[in-house]
């Protein structure tokens, strides 16, 4: 069992940036695939970022491409998102999750354990 927790959300201003951190605890991050997903009001949770184990692959959503990055540190079992030119419209709560696939994936039905999620909001 793998226990995620978020940190790192807040309120910013468009143009501006924020980090998100990912904790694990329970078992070492490094075993898995993780990504980050986000979920705004009234909408299906979408995909952001994806890394593999060792963090020399990645993969981002078309929306958040050139803006979002993803990384990991696996000796602090921490995943960040570093978010740059943030919008109004990535305004949502962010969550981590951890695969147990090898290969990356945008499939949120791909991912088992999930974190409770930390809120952005960007302001126009």
């Known amino acids: 069992q793998v226990q995620l927790v978020e940190s790192g959300g807040g309120l910013v201003q468009a143009g501006g940036s924020l980090r998100l951190s990912c904790t694990a605890s329970?078992?070492?991050?490094?075993?898995?695939?993780m990504g980050w997903f986000r979920q705004a009001p009234g909408k299906e949770r979408e995909f952001v970022a994806t890394?593999?184990?060792?963090?020399?692959?990645?993969s981002e959503g078309d929306s958040v491409r050139g803006r979002f990055t993803i990384s990991r540190d696996n000796g602090k079992n921490t995943v960040y998102l570093q978010m740059i030119n943030l919008k109004p419209e990535d305004t949502a709560v962010y969550y981590c999750?951890?695969?147990?696939?090898?290969?990356?994936?945008?499939?949120?039905?791909?991912?088992?354990?999930w974190g409770q999620g930390t809120q952005v909001t960007v302001s126009s």
């Open positions: 890394i593999n184990w060792s963090g020399d692959r990645t």
């Open positions: 329970g078992h070492p991050l490094s075993s898995y695939m």
């Open positions: 999750a951890a695969s147990r696939r090898y290969t990356l994936t945008d499939d949120r039905n791909e991912y088992v354990y």
